[in-house]
């Protein structure tokens, strides 16, 4: 006759949050290192920053960031730039994304999971495939170093993206709740203004906070469809590497520009991003 010994029950929790509590470090030092050394590096005199020796005490200095608001480095622009850009297409993409979420969620035509799936597949597809027809038919319509060239480049990904986003919040309604509005005398149009839209601010929220994300943080779109006139951020970092060498002083402090709004974008709406990515994002259709 054989016996089995068994774990006893209390130790086996603490190891699992023991377990969860180490893997929740090491990621959250693999993601805030790089940020903390780069926002570091920024206050830091061109002789520290190329040093082959990490420096850890220095005395902080502002010249990287005055340096790129002086002179040909001027970044003005590019910030306005890239506000412009990323915030006009994500409130489009955020508005549009709702009413088109809302209709086809509320639809009973038949095949509805499939025309989902393909709305969000569009946006599965790699920026190359894009490029060149949109280059194409940017360049007949003179879009072509414009900001409105880089919103309408922007919505390409981003509009399925909040289309299939809000269907997902808006599925999650219960009907009757709108029914019931629509009895008392509303429109439809003001059942979902008045009801339905209220109830999934956090996915309106996450879906303009993602946008906003993918905007700003654009490369492949910049390098193709900006031009003097609107060059963005990543872009004004791009020139700073040269044949001649790389300023590691000025690209950590745009790098620290770059990032830092984003930052303080999620930490301000956290509440409503956490709620959207767990109610939305794992339920859409």
């Known amino acids: 006759m054989t016996t089995t010994t068994t774990m006893p029950i209390d130790r086996s929790p603490r190891r699992v949050r023991a377990g969860v509590a180490v893997l929740l470090a090491v990621a959250l ?101 894009v490029v060149l027809p949109l280059f194409l038919l940017f360049r007949g319509a003179g879009l072509i170093d414009s900001i409105p060239g880089l919103i309408l480049a922007y919505l390409t990904f981003n509009l399925p993206f909040a289309i299939w986003l809000m269907s997902a919040f808006f599925s999650q309604v219960p009907p009757a709740l709108e029914e019931s509005a629509l009895v008392a005398g509303c429109t439809r149009w003001q059942a979902f203004r008045h009801v339905v839209l209220p109830l999934t601010k956090s996915g309106l929220v996450t879906t303009f906070v993602l946008c906003l994300v993918f905007s700003w943080n654009d490369y492949a779109f910049a390098l193709v469809f900006s031009g003097p006139h609107s060059q963005t951020l990543p872009m004004a970092a791009d020139q700073l590497v040269t044949q001649t060498g790389i300023d590691w002083g000025q690209l950590t402090a745009i790098g620290t520009i770059v990032v830092l709004p984003m930052l303080v974008a999620g930490l301000a709406v956290r509440r409503w991003l956490v709620t959207g990515l767990t109610l939305g994002a794992v339920t859409g259709e």
């Open 29 to 129: 030092l693999w993601t805030l290192v790089p940020l903390v050394w780069m926002a570091l590096s920024s206050f830091k005199s061109d002789t520290d920053v190329t040093s082959a020796e990490p420096t850890f005490v220095f005395e902080p200095t502002l010249e990287n960031y005055a340096s790129l608001f002086s002179g040909a480095n001027n970044l003005g622009p590019y910030i306005l730039h890239s506000v412009l850009a990323a915030g006009i297409s994500s409130v489009l993409a955020t508005v549009l994304g709702a009413l088109a979420g809302y209709g086809l969620a509320g639809s009973r035509m038949r095949g509805k999971k499939h025309v989902a799936f393909w709305i969000i597949s569009t946006r599965m597809a790699p920026i190359a495939v």
